[in-house]
């Protein structure tokens, strides 16, 4: 039957994600699905894997589209400079995640250069390379593992458009690009594709051999579709579900700098509740208690400290979690237009 789709896009490339967390990589799983699916890697090695976002992804491609491959995941799970240094709990959620993909993948926590020998010369068919993102670190990754690339080998590149912190992917993929078939994806901080095989894989031959208005077609549309993954993991975010999920199935994890995050949001609602209890101590010793809107602050304390003790108790229980912080911030900020408004309205009556 005709396929009514262009050759670079697939049904696996309009797949919904099974798993939203926290990721630089969300808007590739769209490109991650149909590769999986076009070119069907027996061997998946990522370096580095984080939160597990992109392994992830190509593993519901695997379970999906390409049985009987296997991902491996290589990553200290204990940060870097670009990443941030982070704690055990990162693993811990992570491993969770993966449980449902036990069969289909592999976990060596070592660095990526402890990790290289112990896989076969020429048994790798698709490589991630999503380390520590310095020129000298992506250089490195790339020029260990090459060996490991089978006769179809691919290699993926993540932030390759990425020039600050002194990134340096953008020219390395520049350089070796000249040497292999490649293809760059701009969106999602860049996806840069190169074949270092001998066999370009059937599939890529369409991204690789693009003239410049199928390129732009081809990049516009997997833009688009990973708008589209990023705006679900955004609406997960806000939606009252992040609230409870983690403590029903831990499944949302934060990294360590957002526990600093969470920590000084929780100092800045405490030092408010304080200035606001002086506050409120000086309107009652004024006798201005019988003002509505005093009553009106003391309830909106209340719902802060509320929201305060249900943090406590859900950060107890599951780990650290951003978007807890959002009722509390919204809760302070209505507070303070409140207080705001309050204060106005005294000025001008003593006025
Ligand atoms: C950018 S994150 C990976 C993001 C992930 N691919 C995703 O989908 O969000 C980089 C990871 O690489 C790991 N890492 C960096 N350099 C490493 C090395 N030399 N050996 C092992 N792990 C490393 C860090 O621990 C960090 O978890």
Redesign the pocket.
């Known amino acids: 039957m005709h396929d009514p789709l262009p050759t670079f896009l697939s049904r696996p490339s309009f797949d919904q994600v099974e798993h939203l967390v926290e ?3 969300l808007e590739h799983a769209p490109f991650a699905f149909h590769l999986v699916a076009a070119v069907r890697p027996k061997v998946i090695v ?10 992830l992804a190509f593993c519901q491609a695997i379970r999906r589209y390409s049985p009987g491959s296997l991902a491996h995941a ?7 400079e ?2 941030g240094h982070y704690g055990e709990e990162v693993f811990e959620a992570f491993q969770r995640r993966r449980e449902g993909y036990a069969d289909i993948s592999n976990l060596v926590r ?4 402890q990790a290289v020998g112990s896989f076969a010369d020429g048994s790798i068919d698709l490589l ?1 390379i ?3 993102h310095y020129y000298e ?1 992506v250089g490195r990754d790339f020029a260990e593992w090459l060996p490991k690339l089978s006769r179809r080998g691919v290699v993926l590149f ?1 932030d390759t458009e990425v020039r600050q912190r002194d990134f340096g992917v953008w020219k390395l993929f520049e350089e070796i690009s000249a040497r292999y078939p490649h293809f760059n994806f701009h969106h999602g901080h860049g996806l840069g594709i190169l074949a270092v095989g001998e066999e370009v894989p059937e599939a890529l031959r369409v991204f690789f051999e693009a003239d410049a208005e199928t390129a732009d077609l081809i990049r516009t549309a997997y833009a688009r579709l990973g708008a589209g993954v990023s705006d679900a993991f955004r609406a997960s975010r806000r939606s009252v579900a992040p609230i409870v999920r983690p403590v029903v199935d831990e499944d949302v994890s934060a990294p360590s700098d957002e526990m600093g995050l969470l920590k000084r949001r929780l100092a800045a609602v405490e030092e408010f509740a304080r200035r606001l209890d002086a506050g409120q101590a000086r309107l009652i010793e004024r006798q201005e208690v019988e003002d509505p809107i005093v009553g009106v602050v003391v309830a909106l304390e209340q719902r802060v400290a509320k929201a305060e003790r249900r943090i406590a108790r859900l950060t107890w229980h599951a780990g650290v979690l951003m978007p807890l912080t959002a009722p509390v911030v919204a809760a302070v900020q209505f507070v303070r237009r409140k207080y705001a408004k309050f204060r106005r309205r005294r000025r001008q009556r003593a006025g």
Do not use: C, I, Y
Not at 74 to 80: A, P
């Open positions: 990721s630089a990589w990522e370096l580095g894997t984080h939160h597990g976002f992109s392994f290589v990553d200290t799970w204990q940060g870097d670009h990443a070592s660095t990526f250069s991630h999503d380390g520590r670190d993540h």
